[in-house]
């Protein structure tokens, strides 16, 4: 690409944030120790809470079945070593709430011990709904922080006929790297995955984009699709947010999906790079979604870099194996735009979480907001072309709706807006807050509208009641009097005398 050409195609949304990534990022991949105990939490995916199938005191071995999906969205949880299942009860959830999540304990054997596993030896073989089925069972969702499960996403996407896959290499978020370096270190396993989801899918091609400032993942996955014409890795501009599915879709393709719309119907499908490598161990494998790549950087990280680890190994064991500098100001799950604030380290690592980011005082300090000074800074940011500090003026005075006639709902809360603000206004955090107040205003409306219903309902029934009662006794009252004037007429007729009737007869 020429530098005009460069130029043009540079996008006009989004910010360039100083991207921190490195050391980690070029730091060998490491192999974290079994922990001693890991807690698998029952929620780690999109839609409903999976339900266990173990009890307390039962031995398990690795990647076994521990809770089944429950429910058309869900996905079910493995166990991530081999051990015995110590306790089934609340841990703190992975989020800012700090509330309490239902997980399952497991006290680790140590010896990380497989089940036997069902290996294909050629899953192209098999027919879509089978490695939709293996995905599923497998409990892979999007790694890239949505957990929506995949193989739901398989079939919108078989069902409207998707001919175009978009594989998710861009990891824009700063400090993050755990996707350049499975497509570094596992680029083989990625290009099968997505050639998988292909199969699945029905999809004709599928374009792998990645961020320009990962040339060693660029080349990697271009020698592992060498072979396989229908996989095009397709470099793209370093912009935050480039890995938003929208501003991915629009940079690869040209496509703008509407607001309200899902990405399959304008033709493409768009997966992570580390979900197509758990699909790859799901279906040809047999391997369940029980470990995962995760970047653990920041200023109070004395080794930063990325760390294979179990699912439900606790925050405190991974800034233990890495080592800190001292004692973090702020820790992050995620990364530092779009992350999730940790209230301490005694929180499990979940399937969605791409890196724990462990700030020291500098990184985590937060500059006094003032007013706006309405520059538009935002305004020009804004990947979704919204008008960021018109929805804040509208939900500073608590106007929710004024704030949604500028499409807040479009919000994709990337922080872009918050990031470039000269005033240092925490506007993602007004939109967050909004959105939150308008969740739970819907949430009372429906329970007002199902009790005004049921309150509506019951009146009917009642007057129904009432109606069938009067109508029951105006028939019975018919009745009655109609017999009483049977009976009275009856007494009224004239009464024959048998002997004269006799005689007649003779």
Known sequence: MGFLDRFFKEPSWGVHPDDHKRPAADAPLRILPTPERVYMPLSQHVGGAARPIVVVGQKVLKGQLLADAQGNISAPIHAPVSGTVFSIGDVT???ASGLPFRAI???????????????????????????????????????????????????????????TLIVNGGECEPYLSSDDRIMRDFAEQVVDGVRLVMHAIGAKEALVGIEDNKPEAIAAMRKAAASFSEVKICPVPTRYPMGSDKQLIQTLTGKEVPSNARAAEVGVLVHNVSTCAAVHKAVRLGQPLVERIVTLNGGAIATPGNIYAPLGTLVTDLLAFVGLKGEPARLILGGPMMGTPLAHDRIPLVKGASGILAFNAAEAATPEAGPCIRCGTCADACPMGLLPMEMAAHIRVEDFEGAESYALGDCI?????????????????????????MM????????????????????????????????????????????AAAKAAAAKAPVKDSGQAQGETV
Request: aromatic fraction near 6%; charge should be positive; charged fraction near 30%.
């Open 93 to 95: 959830a992975p989020h």
């Open 105 to 163: 304990t497991i006290e680790s054997d140590g010896q990380d011990r497989w089940i036997d596993t069902d290996r294909v030896a050629d899953p192209f073989a098999l027919a879509p709904e089978d490695i939709a089925r293996k995905a599923a069972a497998a409990g892979v969702v999007g790694l890239g922080g949505a957990t929506f499960p995949s193989a739901v996403k398989f079939a919108l996407g078989k069902r409207l006929k998707v001919e």
């Open 413 to 437: 809360s990337c922080g872009c807006c918050a990031y470039v603000c000269p005033s240092h206004i925490p506007l993602v955090q007004y939109f967050s807050y909004a959105k939150g107040e």
């Open 440 to 483: 739970a205003a819907e949430r009372v409306k429906l329970r007002t509208d199902a009790t005004k219903r049921l309150a509506e309902a019951r009146t009917a029934r009642i007057e129904r009641e009432k109606q069938e009662k009067a109508e029951a006794a105006a028939r019975r009252k018919a009745e009655k009097e109609a017999a």
